[in-house]
């Protein structure tokens, strides 16, 4: 079974910093979703990345999908306290219709 | 916009007893799952749904879960004789079914939060 790494687990910053997490596996991915997650709601789909070295920015955020498409960075410029929550990466297992997600990053932007 | 609607929000039960949790995923969305998530804990998937029936399933998705499109908008989760294990947040999600760059964009509802006792 594949399985996804992220890290760190837990990350606290002071709003204005920047930031990097990380998520990997052994194994190649056809393509890897990231996801926002707060307290008490569920996932929200950030973006899909799907090329081998593909970036993709959605305002603050840059998501890179490594060139061996094995793993994928979610980098944060200038973290704001809205930023807080849980982020998850979830790849599509063998081409079906059942997503696994990582453990996630919880991110804490203190004002 | 179109959402995923979940109710109840949150759920008390008594181990033993049998509840059922109900999803209103987007209307013309085809593919409907559900997935929870033990406090704490990863996401983790339970069942897909197509078609009127089970396209996969997980291990953990045994005999006492089952999964029921009532009719035209309801997708339910029912949980036959609940277990202390079972307390989770339980979330529904969909998909067109239209794949965007091989990968298919789900929609998550809220999440029903069920607490066994």
């Known amino acids: 079974t594949q399985l996804l790494e992220q890290s760190p687990q837990f990350l606290s910053i002071q709003e204005g910093e920047n930031l990097t997490v990380y998520c990997n596996s052994s194994s190649v991915f056809s393509s890897l979703q990231w996801y926002r997650q707060e307290p008490g709601e569920g996932p929200v789909l950030l973006v899909t990345?799907?090329?081998?070295?593909e970036v993709k920015k959605l305002k603050r955020l840059t998501f890179q999908f490594g060139d061996a498409r094995k793993d994928s960075s979610l980098h944060i410029t200038a973290a704001q306290p809205g930023d807080t929550g849980l982020y998850l990466c979830?790849?599509?297992?063998?081409?079906?219709?059942?997503?696994?997600f990582g453990p996630g990053t919880r991110l804490s932007v203190l004002p | 916009e179109p959402e995923v609607t979940q109710t109840p929000s949150h759920q008390v039960t008594q181990m033993g007893q049998e509840v059922i949790l109900r999803c209103v995923p987007i209307?013309?969305?085809?593919?409907f799952y559900w997935y929870r998530q033990i406090l704490g804990q990863k996401v983790e998937f339970l069942v897909s749904?197509?078609?009127?029936?089970?396209?996969?399933k997980s291990e953990i998705f045994d005999d006492q879960f089952s999964v029921e499109r009532p009719d035209g908008s309801n997708f339910t989760l029912k949980i036959r004789s609940t277990k202390l294990e079972d307390s989770a947040m339980y979330f529904c999600?969909?998909?067109?079914?239209?794949?965007?760059?091989?990968?298919?964009?789900?929609?998550f509802g809220p999440g029903t939060r069920l607490t066994v006792t």
């Open positions: 209307s013309n969305h085809l593919y």
């Open positions: 979830a790849f599509r297992e063998n081409y079906g219709q059942n997503f696994v």
């Open positions: 999600a969909s998909t067109s079914g239209r794949l965007l760059g091989r990968s298919y964009e789900q929609y």
């Open positions: 749904f197509y078609n009127n029936e089970i396209s996969e």
């Open positions: 990345v799907v090329t081998g070295g």
